[in-house]
């Protein structure tokens, strides 16, 4: 054989290249037992032929420069792929594989690479998935081993040795001789398309998914991306944490999907909220992808606020996007210093100075505190509003401004315990802190008119609390139930401003429990806002157990909430959720 047909390799004569071409071609011309024997007793120094052979491809910087100076590569490999005693051992095997992975071109030049890549694509189904009647099956089924457990055990195998190749980093691109180690990357996502569902290929999706882009060379397959973003959506697909993760990075159809799932979910069974939906969320992964990736976390806000355009003044809306913003600052706090960012790249849109008041939970503050902190709260948005309306701010910024309130309600929650023990001469501040949460736009120029109709709920409640013995005034009670189911008129103040008051004073008030219920079942009963009343009474009692206040304060509401919670379960009627039906038709339109 001449120095053309064999080429040259560092390291070895060209004796030694056509020792092993002529084994090769010798041992795929008979299958006797002397060529068996042989085989085997060559399969150690042939592994270490391979492992030189491998690594001059890696230093070749393109598969036409390999065939040019390795011109015997391709016969070579391609015979022993078909040699059942070379193939069935583990390593040999192994080393094959990585031979042709690093021949095949995700973009071919020319047509020895097209040619190349196809023969490279049959001969890796030769390895994989040979027929029930070849030498190889043969071979197995003598040494006991069922077909399809020897066809998963390559499958995994492969996997295992394209996820060590996807995991290198991509090498110094300063000397353009050596290929890019990110090559592969292409090609191997394109491999898996077929695959993706398969339990065994798990590894290399997370791996691919998770790689770091080093180079342009290491972008994956649009048709990759698609077909993992809907096995997951289908529950095909088990993807660790961090690799769904990397995946809505990669996808922005599949970071949309699954918030909408996680919208659909919440707001087609909202007699669980808030209870189980704290758990919800987490099991979504979102709030781990936003802690990690602000641009994430202004893609789901951008979904949300949608949402919130749409639809005014849903509860549970507004208790998902709170629970959510909660779920989120956890997963935030428990990331490490050094992977942190500003809270700026979150929220680059809303008021500085109110992102710090806000984000702090009451919680981190002792309670005595709490009425300076929301006055100082209180005083900043109605600057804002004053600015809006005199024209020197635009609509924006008190959107902004009220979007991230209702992120943050638990001070809505605050102001309307407050309001159970406040002082005529200082509710005024928390009423319009309240009025401002249910009617942030101020259409018609109404906010004054509701302020007063707010002021009338809370002297009406007051009244009611304050007694300690029935009977209840039935014209308050009526007065009460009328603002709390009046039909749309200007100015028409929000019902659940009115439950939240009510459940408030029915849970925090020193008011006998027997007056309280009767009160609550009275006003709800003529409003038939039953679910609503139930809601506000779960996010109480949350907001109390993430506060983890005074065992006496807790006790004491405790009996209250659950007594409240026993008459209210009485009265609750399931109905309709119209949001619900507007998620559906907004999944489908995206």
């Known amino acids: 054989m001449s120095q053309a047909q064999t080429g040259s390799m560092a390291g070895l004569t060209p004796q030694e290249v056509a020792f092993w071409l002529g084994k090769a071609v010798e041992w795929g011309q008979t299958e006797s037992p002397d060529t068996q024997r042989d085989t085997c007793l060559h399969l150690g120094p042939l592994r270490a032929f ?4 491998l690594t001059h491809i890696h230093t070749r910087s393109s598969t036409t420069e390999t065939m040019r100076t390795i011109p015997f590569v391709g016969q070579f490999l391609g015979r022993l792929c078909w040699n059942p005693y070379v ?32 023969w490279i694509r049959n001969l890796l189904c030769q390895l994989a998935t040979e027929e029930e009647d070849s030498t190889t099956h043969m071979l197995v089924k003598h040494m006991g081993l069922p077909p ?41 996502s394109v491999a898996c398309v077929p695959l993706v569902t398969c339990l065994e290929t798990a590894p290399l999706i997370g791996a ?59 707001l087609s069974n909202p007699a669980s909220i808030p209870h189980n939906l704290e758990n919800t969320i987490t099991h979504s992964l979102l709030p781990k992808a936003c802690s990690q990736h602000s641009s994430i976390f202004l893609i789901v806000n951008d979904i949300f606020r949608s949402m919130l355009v749409q639809v005014e003044g849903n509860q549970t809306l507004l208790s998902l996007i709170h629970t959510f913003t909660l779920c989120f600052l956890r997963e935030l706090a ?52 004053e600015e809006e309306e005199e024209g020197n701010r635009g609509q924006c910024g008190v959107f902004e401004a009220w979007f991230l309130l209702v992120q943050c309600a638990d001070w809505l929650e605050v102001a309307s315990q407050q309001l159970v023990s406040a002082r005529p001469q200082d509710c ?23 302020l007063v109709a707010a002021r009338e709920v809370w002297d009406h409640l007051r009244s009611l609390f304050l007694l300690s013995a029935p009977p209840l005034p039935a014209d308050r009670l009526q007065s009460l139930a009328g603002l709390m189911s009046a039909v749309p008129q200007q100015p028409s103040l929000d019902s659940l401003l009115v439950v939240s008051l009510l459940v408030n004073f029915a849970v925090f008030s020193l008011n006998p429990l027997s007056g309280a219920r009767e009160i609550v079942r009275m006003v ?3 409003s038939g806002l039953v679910r609503e009343a139930v809601c506000v009474l779960d996010m109480v009692e949350l907001r109390l157990n993430r506060e983890r206040a005074s065992s006496s304060l807790t006790d004491r509401v405790k009996l209250r ?3 409240l919670r026993g008459t209210l379960t009485h009265m609750n009627v399931s109905t309709p959720t119209i949001l619900h039906c507007m998620v559906q038709t907004y999944t489908k339109e995206m």
Not at 50 to 53: A, G, K
Not at 150 to 163: A, C, D, E, G, H
Not at 339 to 355: G, I, M, R, W
Not at 430 to 441: D, G, I, K, S
């Open 50 to 53: 391979l492992q030189l052979l």
């Open 524 to 526: 709800v009963q003529q």
């Open 208 to 266: 691919l998914l998770q790689r770091p882009v080093t180079c342009d060379k290491a972008a994956l397959s649009q048709d990759f991306l698609d077909a993992v973003s809907s096995a997951y959506s289908r529950k095909c697909v088990s993807l660790e944490a961090q690799a769904v993760v990397s995946l809505w990075c990669h996808n922005l159809a599949s970071l949309e999907g699954a918030v909408m799932s996680l919208l659909d979910s919440v």
């Open 428 to 450: 005024g501040p928390l009423l319009w802190l309240l009025t401002f949460y249910h009617h942030p736009t101020n259409r018609g120029h109404h906010r004054t008119q509701q």
């Open 561 to 563: 909430t659950r007594a």
């Open 148 to 188: 399809k457990e020897y066809n998963v055990k390559v499958l995994r195998k492969m996997v295992w040795l394209l996820v060590e190749e996807v995991g290198e980093s991509c090498s110094s691109l300063a000397d353009p001789n050596p290929r890019c180690s990110c090559d592969s990357v292409l090609a191997a």
């Open 87 to 118: 193939t069935a051992d583990a390593e040999s095997r192994s080393l094959l594989l990585q031979s042709l992975w690093s021949l095949y071109s995700e973009e071919p030049h020319n047509a020895v690479e097209r040619k190349a890549n196809q």
């Open 334 to 385: 428990a990331l490490q210093p050094q992977e942190c960012v500003s809270l700026k790249a979150f929220f680059p849109h809303t008021p500085q100075s109110l992102l710090a008041p806000l984000l702090t939970h009451p919680s981190e503050m002792a309670q005595e505190a709490w009425p300076e902190h929301l006055a100082w709260i209180t005083a900043s948005l109605q600057r804002l509003t």
